[in-house]
């Protein structure tokens, strides 16, 4: 059983739930959408101040993406990250991540590139895996141009953001690059059995993510009778996981995806990767993303920030 919720993630949750149901499922994409966009609009806070921000279009996998470039005080060539936002492969965008990019770049005095990846239903899998791994190597081959140094890239992401930065790192590693030194992985979706204890513990709506929710997600982002077993769906059903970059795992007591990440991590040590698995007890999924109100959430970014930074150094 989970430990006991963190009074200040109980203080959010209350005040979420109290404004009506707390899942983001919906009956179309679209209303998820603008659930979501409502959401983090009635929560927002200035974001931090950072050196330089850019949008921009880089090369997807089928046309041009939007991508925006943090980029914090500091002389180049920095480290950087390439970020893939979470949001079930079908919610979120470049302003539901803002925040926590630019404190991860000013954090971990990196260069950050988040990715507006196509979404599910419109673009079910492969089509936003693709277009994150397009991305990364795009940023590896004008790493110089953005004031960042190729041989110090990382990739990250949070929730389904999380899956896609697994995902990228296999697919870097089976395609012969580019080189990632460091995965940074918020609370992973790695498979879609949905059947580990803590899916079952915290199917219920009201802590954040649901069982529930992860069930409408996969259905719109997959088709399981032909793909549960692809490796850059489910990384935890990857036969090999070796020569991967160096990972964080960051997970929450509160989470249905909470396992699956840790599992994930075990599988990785298992295949000989370097990794820190570090569970938040008394908060839920998205906890880093809450730092603004949530101590444990300012502990994340803290811990991911210097991991990056500790990777750079290399």
């Not at 395609?175 to 992973?188: D, E, H, M």
């Not at 803590?198 to 032909?226: I, V």
């Amino acid at each position: 059983m989970a430990s006991t919720l963190d009074p200040q993630m109980k203080i959010i949750l209350d005040a979420f739930n109290a404004a009506g149901p707390m899942f983001l499922r919906a009956e179309t994409a679209e209303q998820a959408r603008a659930k979501l966009r409502a959401l983090i609009e009635a929560n927002l806070t200035p974001p931090p101040a950072i050196y330089r921000v850019e949008d921009r279009h880089i090369p997807g996998a089928d046309g041009q993406i939007a991508a925006r470039v943090y980029t914090p005080e500091g002389s180049p060539p920095m480290g950087v990250l390439v970020y893939f936002h979470g949001g079930g492969w079908m919610l979120g965008d470049l302003e539901s991540h803002d925040y926590l990019c630019r404190a991860l770049a000013n954090g971990a005095g990196c260069v950050v590139v988040s990715i507006d990846y196509r979404l599910a239903p419109e673009h079910v899998f492969p089509a936003g895996a693709e277009d994150c791994y397009a991305a990364t190597k795009w940023v590896a081959e004008n790493a110089a141009a953005l004031g960042a140094d190729p041989a110090r890239l990382a990739v990250g992401g949070d929730s389904a953001g999380g899956n896609l930065a697994a995902v990228v790192s296999m697919m870097a590693r089976d395609r012969g690059g580019p080189a990632i030194s460091f995965q940074l992985l918020f609370y992973p979706v790695t498979d879609c059995a949905l059947d580990t204890p803590s899916q079952k513990e915290f199917a219920a709506d009201g802590y954040a993510l649901s069982r529930a929710d992860m069930e409408w997600f996969w259905k719109n982002y997959l088709d399981p009778s032909a793909e549960k077993n692809n490796p850059y769906a489910c990384p935890l059903r990857a036969k090999n996981l070796k020569g991967l970059p160096t990972a964080l795992i960051l997970t929450a007591s509160h989470d249905p995806l909470r396992d699956e990440g840790e599992r994930f991590a075990e599988r990785l040590i298992g295949a000989g990767v370097k990794v820190t698995c570090t569970r938040y007890e008394g908060v839920t999924h998205a906890f880093v993303s809450l730092a603004d109100a949530l101590d444990k959430g300012k502990e994340g970014q803290r811990q991911a920030s210097d991991a990056l930074r500790a990777a750079f150094a290399r």
